[in-house]
């Protein structure tokens, strides 16, 4: 019991040091991005959110970190070669436990009478109890943690056919939708 408790404790403080949706930054425990580069021009992003992070937001993340990549990379857009979403999903349930109250009231009385041929009690006694149980069943509570990987690839100038993000535009569009300086 005393292990499982400290264990929540354990759990309850990870959210709260990471209870906020997952900012844009490299990968660690509450989640982030990750990028390697395949060739001069192509690269791949993954972006892991936590339990507090939505789909939208992964998916912004991740072309938000592809148009960083275009631009240091001195090239001015790119195109999505293949894309992949996925959640994952985890779940932690607390155990349930009963408690009980209980009050106990009493009386006794009585006499002893002792004399040389034997002894004689004569008495009443009483005994009320009141208890209350109250149960607090398991609970289960799910997280999903949304994850999107994209590969790309970069181009100077725009090729035709074919469709292309603007790096600067979308870096700039981004970072003001999501406070990012």
Known sequence: MKQTLLFFI???????LAGCATSYHS???????????FAPDAFRVVF????????????DFALL?????????GFTCFAIIDESDTTRTSSYTTPGYANTTASVTGS???????????GTYSGTSSAYVNANTTYTPPQTYVFY????????RCFQTKPEGIFTYDATFLDQSLKQKYHIK
Not at 10 to 16: D, G, K, R, T, Y
Not at 65 to 73: G, K, N, P, V, Y
């Open 145 to 152: 943690k949304p994850q999107t990987g994209i590969m790309f």
């Open 48 to 59: 892991r959110g936590n339990g507090y992070t939505s789909a939208e937001r992964v998916q």
């Open 108 to 118: 006794s009385s009585g006499d002893v009478y002792l004399n040389p041929y034997g």
């Open 65 to 73: 970190r592809a148009s960083e990549l275009t631009i240091q990379h």
């Open 10 to 16: 354990n759990c309850v403080s990870l959210f709260i």
């Open 27 to 37: 990968s660690g425990f509450a989640g982030g991005f990750s990028d390697t580069q």
